[in-house]
Nanobody, 121 residues
Framework: QVQLVESGGGLVQPGGSLRLSCAAS????????MGWYRQAPGKQRELVAA???????NYPDSVKGRFTISRDNAKRKVYLQMNSLKPEETAVYYC???????????????WGSGTLVTVSS
């Protein structure tokens, strides 16, 4: 079994910063792309940041220059540094990873249960 567990969410003032972490555990042969998504109340889940196994990154324009995704392959972790946060970015943030549990298998997407980020004064 594979688990993704997020941490680091909480309450932050507008303009503030937070760093989210996500740890993968379980039977893992390889971790390919990893990413962060968010879902605000009444809205669809959206991509916030993604990083490949080769450390190429991708961000939507809405967070470019403010958010930074990184990973530590040895620790099986992915991070999201969020700066200059806005109230409209209040959402549950989810970790996603494409993981193969054994050699020769392409793998599948796994999701964490989410961590709430509230941006409010």
């Amino acid at each position: 079994q594979v688990q993704l567990v997020e941490s680091g969410g909480g309450l932050v003032q507008p303009g503030g910063s937070l760093r989210l972490s996500c740890a993968a555990s379980g039977t893992i042969f390889s971790i390919n792309a990893m990413g962060w998504y968010r879902q605000a109340p009444g809205k669809q889940r959206e991509l916030v940041a993604a990083i490949t196994s080769g450390d190429s990154t991708n961000y939507p324009d809405s967070v470019k220059g403010r958010f930074t995704i990184s990973r530590d392959n040895a620790k099986r972790k992915v991070y999201l540094q969020m700066n200059s946060l806005k109230p409209e970015e209040t959402a549950v943030y989810y970790c996603n990873a494409h993981i193969a549990t054994h050699e020769g298998w392409y793998g599948m997407d796994y999701w964490g249960s989410g961590t709430l980020v509230t941006v409010s004064s």
